[in-house]
């Protein structure tokens, strides 16, 4: 077990060499990595061990191994030294020409882009894609990325977005969980789930069937992921843009209790930012997912 002192961390290098030795199983393979010599890499080692109280390498006639100690520590410093090589390669050159950044809600990334990101890879396998989470108007302004999936009523999307289809909302729950209710017994004794911020409100959907709700909504979530996972976990009754839910009522997670469906007040569009090198990328992205949704629109209907 290894026991670290409430001290200040020991010097980033010595934990490199710490990863390198353990990833080759020699110092002097770690030494030709790290361009060290194999005296400096042994001092390094000592010096992380006497520092930690621990010993973290048996050495044999033919390199090194880990104590159990040493595998305890590598499973942090392993992780800890891949993402500041991924940190880093973000403001490489290399990385910043092939990279497309999108911008999304976490509730698309999760439940439609991630279904589908694949397929662009595949047709662009010299791209790759980071996705970054975004919401409101200021954080796209914020993240300044090459594409930019946003969400709302047109008037408020911002200008030069283009919407990716007129979505509709539907109510969803677990298939247990009221399956053959109609809207106005059902509504009557279930726990509606609420998004808040949006203009798809379940007194809307009241009105729009003209089955005024006896129970107001029960809980308030900020987002649609949030309100799809009450449902699924047989929580309550979420309304849902179909783009979004229609995959999990096609494997069985959800059902629509209630028949018939409402025009959205709001839709997702894309909208294209950036930089100049990265304005072709940007443009292959805005072609396939127009014709991804599309695609993914007519299969259901």
Known sequence: MIRIMPRSLPPLIWFRTFDCAARHGSFSRAAQELNL?????????????TRLG???FTRQARGVALTDGGRQLLTYVAGAMADLNAAAELFSGRKQESVLEVACSS??????????????????????????SALWPDEYTRVKADVQIRYGPAELVGEGAEQL?????????????????????????ALLIHVLGTENTWDRWSQHHGTPPDAPPALHVDADELAIELAEQKQGIALC?????????????LHSPFPGEMPSNENYYVALGGTEKSK??????????????GQSVRTRS
């Open 280 to 293: 072709d990328r940007a443009q292959q992205f805005r072609k396939w997912i127009l014709e991804t949704v």
């Open 241 to 253: 843009g179909r783009l979004l839910c229609q995959p999990l009522i096609q494997e069985g997670r």
């Open 107 to 132: 509730s698309f990334a999760r439940l439609w882009l991630c279904r589908h990101i694949g397929s662009f890879q595949e047709s662009h396998p010299g791209t790759g894609v980071r996705i970054v």
């Open 165 to 189: 289809l007129e979505d509709v909302v539907i109510p969803v729950c677990h298939p247990d969980l009221a399956p053959d209710a109609k809207a106005g017994d059902g509504m009557r004794d």
């Open 37 to 49: 010599t194999q005296s400096a890499v042994s001092q390094h080692i000592r010096s992380l061990e």
């Open 54 to 56: 621990a010993t973290l």
